[in-house]
């Protein structure tokens, strides 16, 4: 863990606060390293049942990356040598997640901000807060964030955004491909316990075999597809979980998940 990403308890879920401010909670390497350690200490651990991300303070969830000119005067460098770009290791680890990453966006999320939000699987969001991809604004384009932004939007949006580095409200009717559920910030973490506790009831095993073979699902082919998912069906019909869900339906009470 690093300064600049703090966890708390939240019930069953660990909240992650990029904790960094002055800066509207900005992406850089620590910050990416910490969050990184944030989730593998929630995978770890097995009372944890979901992962909530969230920034400091009101002004920004995440106000994209914190780009340092370099001495040529470049925004953004690579190791040649060594191209793992920080923000690639990170969206990669959320992608590999077997928890649900909720999103608590309490403040504008711009940039590779977004791109945190459009890798998560649910956004609770203050219906004030400002999205979108101001790269090209600066004569870049959100090259980082581009598979996810893929995966969320329609391409008609997703292209307004990129193009034009506009902003949208979380609570207008353009970020509802977005945003799950965006209200007023006096009522977001109220949503946002109402969402975890709904999310946190049911199988961990079936959310977490679920999450992988979405993962999966999603770069194959349909005919591909139908294989693989008939297989992970019979293979979570199987588990602990399943039984123990099938058991209480029948007896009617509610089922006692092991995550097993």
């Excluded at 939240?10 to 992650?16: D, F, I």
Aim: hydrophobic share 45%; glycine share 8%; charged share 25%.
């Amino acid at each position: 863990m690093t300064d600049d990403v703090r966890t708390q308890r939240r019930g069953a879920a660990l909240e992650v606060t990029i904790h960094r401010e002055e800066r509207r909670n900005a992406l850089n390497e620590s910050v990416a390293t910490g969050l990184i350690s944030a989730l593998d200490r929630a995978e770890a651990d097995t009372e944890i049942r979901a992962v909530i991300l969230t920034g400091a303070g009101t002004r920004a969830f995440c106000a994209g990356g914190d780009l340092q000119p370099a001495a040529d005067g470049s925004p953004f460098t690579l190791d040649v040598a060594d191209p793992r770009h920080y923000v690639a290791r990170l969206l990669r680890r959320m992608d590999g997640c077997r928890l649900p990453l909720v999103a608590r966006v309490n403040g504008h999320a711009l940039g590779g901000g977004l791109g945190l939000v459009c890798a998560c699987d649910l956004v609770v969001a203050d219906e004030a807060a400002m999205l979108g991809t101001t790269e090209v604004r600066v004569g870049l384009f959100p090259m980082m964030i581009l598979p996810y932004l893929i995966r969320v939007m329609p391409h008609r949006l997703m292209m307004e955004l990129c193009l034009t580095g506009e902003l949208i409200r979380a609570g207008d009717e353009m970020a509802r491909p977005i945003v799950n559920y965006a209200v007023p910030a006096a009522e977001l973490d109220a949503k946002l316990d109402w969402l975890i506790d709904r999310v946190v009831g049911k199988s961990p095993t079936g959310i977490r075999l679920g999450k992988q073979a979405l993962a999966r699902i999603r770069e194959m082919p349909a005919d591909h597809a139908l294989e693989y998912a008939q297989f992970m069906l019979a293979t979570l019909a199987r588990t602990q979980d399943s039984k123990e869900g099938f058991a209480a339906f029948i007896e009617k009470r509610p089922p006692h998940w092991t995550g097993r």
